[in-house]
């Protein structure tokens, strides 16, 4: 799609045609399930996430401005609402105590290179929704652990606790893949 053609789509999404939305949808439908799958277990959930964030980037789609990427635009809501989406409807707060892992594994490089995005994704959704959400966050969206705590609520201390608990879970979880 030119670029040319996406500001069509979103012109006619801005007037609220609904064969514009229709087209905006599927042309970024694939890219938003990539996104949130990483923060939730199931595809339903992901869909949930992902029609919320649609309603959402529909109502404020004047607020999106043309000389800035749309698919930046539409990813930082994606991720928002994947947060409230988290933050509503999971039993577990997004704050957890550190847990110790019983035995610190080590991944040899070996095992991670033989191993395929989506597998290395399934290991990332192994994880508490706490630890998810700041491994998420911090190593793959690239926010600082100011900007963690200030979307999760929490403190610094809280979002690098998380983090360090992610990628110790993560290496016991990456372990026992061979």
Same mark, same amino acid.
């Given at each position: 799609?030119?670029?040319?053609?996406?500001?069509?789509?979103? *012109?006619?999404? =801005?007037?609220? *045609? &609904?064969?514009?939305?229709?087209?905006?949808?599927?042309?970024?439908?694939?890219?938003?399930?990539?996104?949130?799958?990483? +923060?939730? =277990?199931?595809?339903?959930?992901?869909?949930?996430?992902?029609?919320?964030?649609?309603?959402?980037?529909?109502?404020?789609?004047?607020?999106?401005?043309? !000389?800035?990427?749309?698919?930046?635009?539409?990813?930082?809501?994606?991720?928002?609402?994947?947060?409230?989406?988290?933050?509503? +409807?999971?039993?577990?707060?997004?704050?957890?105590?550190?847990?110790? !892992?019983?035995?610190?594994?080590?991944?040899?490089?070996?095992?991670?290179?033989?191993?395929?995005?989506?597998?290395?994704?399934?290991?990332?959704?192994?994880?508490?929704?706490?630890? =998810?959400? !700041?491994? *998420?966050?911090?190593?793959?969206?690239? +926010?600082?652990?100011?900007?963690?705590?200030?979307?999760? *609520?929490?403190?610094?201390?809280?979002?690098?606790?998380?983090?360090?608990?992610? &990628? =110790?879970?993560?290496? @016991?979880? @990456?372990?026992?893949?061979?």
């Amino acid at each position: 799609m030119t670029k040319d053609e996406l500001q069509e789509i979103i *012109n006619g999404c =801005r007037a609220g *045609n &609904r064969l514009s939305q229709k087209a905006l949808y599927r042309q970024f439908f694939r890219y938003g399930m990539s996104v949130c799958n990483r +923060y939730v =277990r199931s595809d339903e959930e992901a869909k949930e996430i992902l029609n919320d964030a649609f309603l959402r980037i529909f109502m404020k789609i004047d607020m999106y401005d043309p !000389a800035l990427s749309f698919s930046g635009w539409l990813h930082t809501i994606v991720v928002r609402s994947a947060i409230n989406y988290l933050k509503k +409807y999971q039993n577990k707060p997004l704050t957890t105590s550190i847990e110790l !892992a019983e035995n610190h594994a080590v991944i040899e490089e070996d095992i991670v290179s033989k191993m395929s995005s989506d597998e290395l994704i399934e290991c990332v959704k192994q994880l508490p929704p706490s630890y =998810r959400v !700041a491994f *998420n966050l911090a190593v793959v969206e690239g +926010y600082s652990h100011v900007e963690i705590a200030k979307l999760l *609520n929490i403190s610094e201390g809280t979002s690098r606790t998380n983090l360090m608990a992610a &990628r =110790r879970k993560l290496q @016991i979880i @990456i372990s026992q893949f061979e």
